[in-house]
């Protein structure tokens, strides 16, 4: 059976899809542009305040479903540009602690709403 986690400390979602979904221990989070929650504006045109707002929305999504960042075991990251990993790894870095999730990175040709980076997730209960 599966849970369906939402919040309005998250963005909404702009397409056919849930914030996240629990199955059994496991909870998926969709992937998490920086929209902030109360507007659905784009937080900003710079990275590092993207990074800080994709962070900000996945820990609310998490907290809907009682768990915290610690619970993260894999992230999938998507970036329009490469030339942004290393100032999204440090701020992505400061919200988590060893051991780090598992995680991919890409760079997309586009991603939605035009912004520079994406964050979706798997965190576990157990």
């Known amino acids: 059976m599966k849970k369906i986690y939402t919040t309005d400390k998250a963005p909404a979602a702009i397409g056919p899809y849930s914030q996240a979904v629990g199955v059994g221990d496991q909870v998926f989070i969709s992937g998490q542009i920086p929209l902030v929650p109360e507007t659905m504006d784009l937080v900003s045109e710079d990275v590092n ?26 992230t999938t990251i998507l970036l329009n540009s490469m030339d942004d990993f290393q100032t999204v790894n440090e701020i992505y870095a400061s919200y988590l602690e060893e051991p780090f999730p598992a995680r991919a990175a890409y760079e997309v040709s586009r991603l939605p709403k035009d912004v520079k980076v994406e964050i979706e997730a798997i965190a576990t209960k157990g």
Request: net charge negative.
């Open 49 to 74: 305040e993207q990074t800080h707002q994709v962070m900000k929305n996945l820990g609310a999504i998490l907290k809907e479903a009682g768990l915290d960042y610690e619970n993260i075991v894999k």
